[in-house]
């Protein structure tokens, strides 16, 4: 039966704290596939280091993100969860699909663009293979579907043509993955610019609630958050400083735009950031308190890191030989 599950496989960098953005669009997803997939997830150290990090902060955070990914939900027994820099099959296919990826693919990813525009001083060679590099990630594992928020749906496109271009050339070898959305949550906006989206390196602390932001600082960050001067609860994408909020809303209530419409009818802004504020504060708590029990035993976090990382390596080294023997690359017996 084991053989007949579907493979997934999704990863977050470890480039900063969590925020709520993670969770709804890719985490809180995440722990819902758990019992009908095969499910890998890795910190993605690797993708990280295409901005500087330092290095102690990003020692840390490796550690701090695998422990969100459990205190989200993830069963260490349920899923291989693991570093994505303690399996270097990652770096070697990325090298072989670097060479079946056009530098005009790579110049059309508008992360890319964006990370360019925000990093000018350093549009380093790895910003620019990053999505061959997750190419590999998902490829590697011959992953059927890829949960992520849709920031991500360009990558997840160019791992598919990869795929079919490899495929092409010698004989099926990848699986061609699919995106796999949530239908709320899959793009959180940023709460001081509601026209860009979440994202946990932004450098104003007041647009993104973190996962681990104290109950006050989440009431704050909402009561801050930008709106308009319409007064009016009603859901618009015009309006996206308030439908961001509705949206966030209903992903921590589950009720849905036309019942929070009902709810604030005739109340004022302030009255529903207050229960945003309340809702995503309690939202986080359970994960809030089990992340600070699992970092008191880092010792377990290791371990759980070290075979993942055996059983990944496992299935990695599989699809690697595979493909080192059909591009033709000599092959000894040791
Ligand atoms: P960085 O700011 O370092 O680029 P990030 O916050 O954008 O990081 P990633 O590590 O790139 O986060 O993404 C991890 C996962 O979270 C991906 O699946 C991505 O699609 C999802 N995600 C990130 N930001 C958001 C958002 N604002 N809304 C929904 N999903 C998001
Ligand atoms: N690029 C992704 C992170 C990432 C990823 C992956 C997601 C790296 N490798 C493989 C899914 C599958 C991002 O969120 N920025």
Redesign the pocket.
């Known amino acids: 039966m084991e053989q007949q599950k579907k493979t997934i496989?999704?990863?977050?960098?470890p480039s900063g704290q969590l925020t709520i953005g993670n969770y709804l669009g890719?985490l809180r997803n995440w722990d819902m596939l758990q019992d009908e997939y095969d499910c890998l997830y890795?910190v993605?150290d690797l993708?990280a280091i295409t901005v500087r990090q330092n290095p102690a902060e990003l020692r840390r955070r490796t550690l701090e993100t695998l422990a969100i990914y459990i205190a989200c939900g993830l069963d260490p027994q349920k899923n291989t969860l693991f570093v994505q820099s303690h399996v270097p099959a990652h770096a070697e296919l990325s090298w072989v699909l670097g060479c079946y990826t056009m530098f005009g693919e790579l110049s059309r990813m508008t992360?890319f663009k964006d990370k360019s525009l925000k990093n000018a001083q350093n549009v380093n060679a790895g910003l620019f293979t990053?999505p061959v590099?997750?190419a590999a990630?998902?490829l590697l594992y011959q992953a059927d579907l890829?949960p992520?928020?849709i920031?991500?749906k360009q990558?997840i496109e160019l791992a598919r043509d990869i795929a079919e271009r490899f495929n092409a050339a010698y004989s099926p070898t990848f699986t061609v993955p699919e995106p796999y959305m949530p239908k709320a949550g899959a793009k959180i906006m940023s709460l001081s610019e509601p026209e860009k989206k979440m994202s946990k390196s932004d450098d104003n602390p007041g647009a993104a609630i973190y996962l681990n932001d104290s109950r006050d600082d989440i009431i704050r960050k909402f009561k801050r958050a930008v709106t308009d001067s319409e007064m009016l609860i009603k859901y618009d994408t015009d309006r996206m400083g308030i439908a961001n909020l509705m949206n966030i809303y209903s992903c921590f209530t589950g009720k849905d735009h036309s019942e929070i419409e009902r709810e604030f009818d005739g109340k004022g802004y302030a009255e529903f950031k207050l229960a945003v504020g309340e809702a995503c504060a309690d939202g986080l708590k359970p994960i809030q308190e089990k992340f600070a029990m699992l970092l008191e035993n880092k010792d377990e976090l290791e371990k759980i890191m070290i075979s993942g990382a055996e059983r990944a390596n496992y299935l990695a080294r599989k699809t690697l030989s595979k493909v080192y023997r059909k591009v033709g690359f000599y092959q000894v017996k040791s």
């Open positions: 496989l999704s990863g977050v960098q890719a890795c993605v993708h992360q990053y590099l997750m990630d998902i890829v992520v928020g920031d991500q990558h």
